[in-house]
């Protein structure tokens, strides 16, 4: 078989790419202050590099007060202290390079912190050059917000501001004020923070809220809906911003024209990328596929479609299907984990004893789809989440709804690299920002090396396995008619056509390999290798199975 690679400057790199998400909070502190920073990530590097992944995506390490971790960001161009210096990050830059590692950085534009110089001066008065770089309004004659928007962080999406006797908009903390995007200066100043990454070699970026720039401009309040509490692993049915239906604060029509501005930006570069978020709940998809058609806007974006408590075949057929009937020249990228969902294997699992088994059958699920896939640090190792008590939060969307939703600090806790060290490896210090789990340190990275049986090789040999077959990395799917319980599926490119199969449930399937499959050549997957008694195939519980055919 041929080896697949995406080879330098190839500028469609992305297509199939896998990308690996590093948190850098809670990656590796190398100065003992219990924080991840741009040096640890350096030192680490290897360990990525190993997975045989394509591209790493940083979260945030802009400068910022930490309101929201670093989603409020007080300087776009300049690293926080906490973290080190641009020099680590130049430094990194080149080990990346060395490595063969592409870099993605995540760009946090609808909104900024309220320390960000722009705010500062725009709440100073009405009539200030950057009066109107963010969202004001003015108040209702009884004095309450200009209409029924809300933040997903709870409460008003409107906050009152004394000096300026306005409200500002903000969709998240009223710390976050949200940009005037309707004003072409703000346009204008957000490209030049990206070309400012862009001139410094990143290859992409990750597009924080991508459908939050634009706002209505008559500032129409929102309809009611009924929400769907498994539509996703982020809203909650805990959060009155889930009752609304989302017309008018989001995905504005005039956010295409400004996509377009930025794709003609980087296209001025070699190979660069972006990957687009988008929470739109049930309109997610459609929104995908008008912000990555026509290759003039979005190279790629993800949903949280999959980033819900469902790990069925009904489930994964319907998302998929649905996606590969509306998005028809755009691009999707794939995850089941992230920094703002329940980490996977918890979701999924219906026991303990069952988190190897689901770690191994997702990443196989995963890598078997068309489209890009995201990595979330430590699923290489299925991580569960983490139980922290109140008193460890740190997440600001966790401590507001407490105890009906715990937030994203269980998904966000520190990365285990060496089982006999305390934190796991990750600090030299006494203390972490957040809690080490115990039944983390067991699962750690030099454990599972020791170990070929353990996730991490399988996620080696998976991720191999899927760079080996080029209909893996953008060729065509096509689902089989089966049981809703089994998930089957057909990729092929060119003279290759592999037939998968994977049973998502806790008991024995089988599958039977008539008609087109009756000659299939059995190709084992990494992991499995199901009997064929005849020409049926027996699959056990969460089990899989290939064939070329």
């Not at 600090?409 to 690299?417: A, F, K, L, Q, Y």
Request: charged content about 25%; hydrophobic content about 35%.
């Amino acid at each position: 078989m041929t080896r697949v690679t995406a080879q330098k400057g190839d500028p469609n790199w992305w297509r199939g790419a896998v990308i690996y998400q590093v948190y850098p909070r809670s990656f590796q502190d190398t100065t003992g202050d219990g924080i991840g920073d741009i040096r640890g990530i350096t030192r680490r590097l290897p360990h990525i590099a190993s997975l045989g992944v394509d591209a790493i995506w940083l979260s945030p390490f802009f400068t910022s007060p930490m309101a929201d971790m670093g989603y409020d960001v007080s300087d776009y161009c300049n690293v926080d202290p906490m973290f080190g210096a641009l020099a680590d990050f130049d430094a990194m830059m080149a080990e990346c390079e060395r490595l063969g590692l592409k870099v993605i950085i995540d760009q946090v534009i609808s909104h900024t912190s309220d320390r960000h110089p722009w705010f500062v001066e725009s709440r100073s008065s009405r009539t200030n050059p950057r009066a109107d770089w963010y969202v004001w309004a003015e108040p209702r004659p009884d004095g309450t917000a200009p209409n029924n928007w809300l933040s997903i962080f709870g409460g008003p999406g409107w906050e009152w501001d004394g000096v300026r006797k306005q409200y500002y908009m903000h969709n998240f903390l009223a710390s976050q004020p949200d940009l005037n995007f309707h004003n072409p200066d703000v346009q204008d100043a957000v490209l030049g923070t990206v070309k400012f990454w862009l001139d410094r070699g990143v290859h992409g970026f990750r597009l924080d809220t991508v459908n939050y720039y634009f706002h209505d401009k008559q500032l129409r309040s929102n309809p009611p809906m009924v929400y769907d509490p498994d539509s996703t692993g982020l809203e909650t049915d805990t959060n009155p911003y889930s009752m609304q239906n989302h017309l008018y604060d989001k995905s504005q029509p005039e956010n295409i024209e400004f996509l377009k501005r930025l794709r003609s930006l980087l296209d001025d570069y070699d190979c660069r990328t972006t990957v687009g978020e988008v929470g739109d709940g049930d309109r997610s998809l459609t929104t995908l596929a008008i912000y990555t058609s026509g290759n003039d806007k979005l190279h790629m974006c993800y949903t949280f479609d999959l980033l819900s408590p469902r790990f069925t075949a009904e489930h994964i057929r319907s998302v998929v299907s649905k996606c590969q009937e509306i998005v028809t020249n755009g691009w999707v990228c794939w995850a089941f984990s992230n920094h703002d969902v329940v980490r996977h294997v918890s979701r999924f699992m219906e026991t303990p004893e069952e988190r190897e088994a689901i770690a191994r059958l997702a990443i196989s699920v995963l890598s078997s789809l068309r489209g890009s896939i995201c990595l979330y640090q430590g699923e290489e190792l299925g991580l569960p989440e983490a139980e922290l008590s109140f008193e460890d939060l740190r997440d600001p969307y966790g401590i507001r709804f407490w105890p009906a939703f715990k937030g994203r600090d269980g998904c966000r806790t520190p990365m285990v690299w060496e089982a006999g060290k305390p934190l796991g490896g990750f600090s030299e210090g006494t203390k972490a920002w957040l809690p080490v789990p115990p039944e983390h340190i067991a699962l750690s990275v030099d454990a599972q090396e020791a170990d070929e049986g353990s996730v991490l090789h399988h996620y080696r040999r998976t991720l191999a396995f899927r760079k080996a077959h080029a209909a893996l990395l953008d060729g065509d799917l096509t689902f089989l008619d089966t049981q809703a319980d089994v998930l089957a599926f057909i990729r092929e490119k060119g003279g290759e056509r592999l037939l998968f199969v994977f049973n998502l449930t806790r008991e024995a399937k089988d599958f039977p390999l008539t008609g087109a499959f009756a000659d299939g050549q059995p190709t084992p997957m990494p992991g499995y290798n199901p009997a064929v008694e005849g020409k049926v195939v027996k699959l056990a519980p969460l089990d899989a199975f290939c064939a070329r055919i």
